[in-house]
């Protein structure tokens, strides 16, 4: 049986790989000069390939429950062992976070072309699939070529990163089959704040908690390492809150972000090492008063913040209201957002292919018999930390078995 991958990306040479154990004559037809261009890119260059704390609730989808029987056919320990059986020793961070032992991604992409070419799986490259038609029983992918297979698997992934290959044409060609797509938009992606100061205080980074609400409701609450840009924030909870914001964003919701930018104090315990501090240095200038507690850069963005038009006032004239304004500022910063990053920035796309057309167990087309889905397309993403890539390693692995079974 001649079966088509339409996108080498994660999902796609795990399909082939799964396809061409069960003995199906395997081609994938990758747009890219190259195979898995975004495995190299993910994980900061390591490729956080999974993660020991999987579970359900690290998923986003408007019909989550489909997602789950490919989750558990390839679940985390299938996904260990499948990539130990390859030679990836994993490495666990103290979070849980999976990587390669080798902290290489390189790694991870090698030990799959590998595989797909020691099961004589092929690789078309440079190959961008504009089209697919089914005639009776078999599909032509129309491309630089018409090249005919029985079955295909798309897996040209969402919108996110498109320089990494994913534009989102993997959506047209299953809508050309009656597929509907929840309207995309970017998951894991820095966002845009209101604030006239952010040039001033970018590159500024500190361990912090972020809360998210829409109005008055808190939507989701991170803690971790935050980066001020020159158009508001970033940073691993940045992202992570960010499919909600923006979520609330489309929902044309007021949405703020309250930051702590000294999770480990209380207020009562920064009043009393400001007190102690300020009583030190009464006789320097508010402004001098704060260098060597925070970053020197945001010392008269804090202080305008609190409510301080003149930074000379002497730190010895602070009272106990004037220093729980600066501290009320250091603890629950808020902040509108006003958007977020493009598609160019983001690592993930929430929304894509309705799962309630696709038969859940197979990941096969209800609408088409023989079209498969896999990945990033569906209307499925994760959380940061390895969720991601472990749909597609589950989603891909599913649809490649069902897909040869003849
Ligand atoms: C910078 C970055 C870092 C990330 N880090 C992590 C991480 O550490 N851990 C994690 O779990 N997730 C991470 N992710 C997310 C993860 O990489 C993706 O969710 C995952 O790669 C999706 O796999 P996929 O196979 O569905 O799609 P993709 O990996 O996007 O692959 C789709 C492939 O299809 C090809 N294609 C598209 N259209 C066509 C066409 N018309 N014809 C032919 N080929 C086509 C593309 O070129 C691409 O190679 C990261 C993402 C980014 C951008």
Request: glycine share 10%.
């Amino acid at each position: 049986m001649k079966i088509a991958v339409i996108g080498g990306g994660a999902s796609g040479l795990t399909a082939a790989i799964a396809a061409a154990k069960n003995g199906a004559e395997v081609t994938i037809y990758e747009k890219m000069n190259r195979v898995g261009k975004k495995i190299l890119a993910t994980g900061n260059g390591r490729c956080n390939y999974t993660n020991m704390n999987l579970s359900f609730e690290c998923y986003h989808s408007n019909n989550l429950k489909l997602a789950e029987t490919a989750l558990n056919f390839f679940d985390l320990n299938k996904t260990l062992t499948f990539f130990e059986d390859l030679g990836i020793h994993p490495y666990v961070d103290e979070s849980g976070k999976v990587y390669p032992n080798s902290l290489q991604a390189s790694s991870i992409l090698d030990v799959l072309r590998y595989e797909a070419s020691r099961l004589k799986v092929e690789e078309k490259t440079d190959f961008n699939v504009t089209g697919l038609r089914k005639n009776k029983d078999k599909f032509s992918i129309i491309g630089n070529d018409t090249i005919t297979a029985d079955r295909v698997i798309l897996s040209t992934g969402g919108k996110a990163s498109p320089q990494l290959g994913s534009d989102g044409r993997g959506y047209e060609i299953a809508k050309s089959f009656g597929h509907e797509i929840i309207e995309p938009y970017p998951a894991l992606v820095q966002l845009k704040l209101s604030g006239r100061y952010f040039k001033r205080i970018a590159g500024i980074r500190f361990d912090g908690i972020v809360k998210a609400c829409a109005g008055e409701n808190l939507i989701r609450e991170e803690e971790g390492e935050i980066l001020f840009t020159d158009y508001g924030v970033s940073g691993p909870p940045i992202l992570q809150i960010s499919r909600k914001v923006i979520g609330e964003l489309n929902n044309k919701n007021k949405t703020y972000l309250f930051i702590d930018m000294f999770p480990n104090y209380s207020k009562s315990e920064l009043y009393d090492i400001l007190q102690d501090r300020f009583r030190r240095v009464g006789y320097k200038t508010m402004e001098d008063g704060m260098i060597g507690f925070i970053n020197k850069k945001l010392i008269p963005v804090i202080l305008y913040e609190a409510g301080f038009g003149d930074l000379n006032k002497q730190c010895g004239n602070l009272n106990k209201k004037d220093i729980y304004k600066i501290i009320d500022i250091l603890k629950e910063w808020r902040f509108e957002v006003t958007g977020y990053n493009s598609w160019s920035q983001a690592q993930s796309t929430a929304g894509g292919v309705k799962l309630s057309q696709v038969n859940p167990k197979t990941l096969e087309s209800l609408k088409v018999k023989g079209l498969y889905f896999a990945g990033e397309i569906l209307d499925v993403d994760g959380d940061c930390g390895g969720f991601n890539l472990q749909w597609a390693w589950s989603s891909g692995y599913t649809a490649g078995y069902f897909c040869s079974i003849i």
